[in-house]
């Protein structure tokens, strides 16, 4: 018997069909056509190298978030597309996440110059950036140069501190982490701080986060109290004071080991405490001023606190200028499986395409 999206009028009234059942079959019809049609909507999406999550009902509907991976280490591959459903799925944005790609198709983020996709930054209301020592392309920077002139605002995480290493006499040279033309780069410039040094131990101790005096009522704090915010990665050394006009919102206290429990360390590791996040402004080429929060915390696995997960959620509103639409204790439940792998250079999970990361799951 045909399939009955391939029956015709002509074939139902000769298979003794009556007027609703020829009513019945051409509504199904139309339904299968569009069902087909969603399918091949969602295979062309597949063979996309990103990834893309519409935005639910919430405060942040119609923004339009570009979070952009690209770590050896951190697993910013894992951190990125969990975000992203989250922001989705409890806050309304919708999100592209991008990735380092491999000539295979998959994600490799040991390869430091390709990520596809960085055009979605044109239509982008924020970019959130957790990539480390990436030297693109000059038609893929131009699109990060682009919007950082335009503006608008950035969320950098972690290793976003060291975004990028590009050699001397390229044209976007100036953007590198160890630029002495822009000194510092992009790093020390927008976003605060370039890569200095590990000032906790590196794999052995973690981070616990303490609210920095002044910044109890800062809206990116709000609904997080000491202890709240916890990393298995270390705290990084910063110099201090933070550039320009800086607000360090939370500090980073030394642990004696990886675990949320573990006591802080005695001695001069926290004294002081090294900020860990902050809030900042840049001002671009052409004079447009623009928000920045800045994170030195932000592995995947951080993100398996409530606390860490509630802060990058919370700076996303404030980058936005969305601060009024905080609530008072914001949704950061995880969407989905989560199982982030445990930090390490080459550590990341082999022959994984961006479509194997989308999940539907609320």
Known sequence: MPGLANLTHHQIVESGGTVPTMRFARQACVAMTAVLACLICVRAQADDPWIVIQGDDGSGKGKHVVLISG??????????????KILARRHGFTCTVLFAIGKDGTIDPNRTDNIPGLEALRTADLMIIATRFRDLPDDQMQHIVDYVESGRPIIGMRTAT????????????????????????????????????HHGGHDRQGTRGIIAPGAESHPIARGIKDGDIWGATDVYTVRLPLPGVSQVLVLGQVLEG??????????????????????????????????????????????????????????????????????ARSDVDIVGEFHPHHFSIGGFTKSVKPADLVSQEK
């Open 162 to 197: 060291h975004a990028f290493n590009i050699g001397k006499g390229r044209t976007f040279a100036r953007y590198s982490y160890d630029s002495k033309e822009w000194d510092g780069g992009f790093g020390r410039q927008v976003l605060g701080e370039t890569w200095v040094n």
């Open 258 to 327: 990886m675990k949320s429990t573990d006591n802080p360390v005695s001695g001069k590791l926290n004294d002081p405490m090294m900020p860990v996040a902050w809030v900042k402004t840049y001002t671009s080429g052409q004079g447009k001023t623009g928000r920045v929060f800045t994170t030195t915390m932000g592995a995947a696995e951080d993100l398996q606190s409530e606390g860490t997960r509630r802060l990058l959620v919370n700076a996303t509103y404030w980058a936005v200028g969305l601060e009024d639409k905080i609530p």
């Open 71 to 84: 770590d050896e280490e951190y697993r910013s591959e894992e951190a990125l597309p969990q975000l992203a």
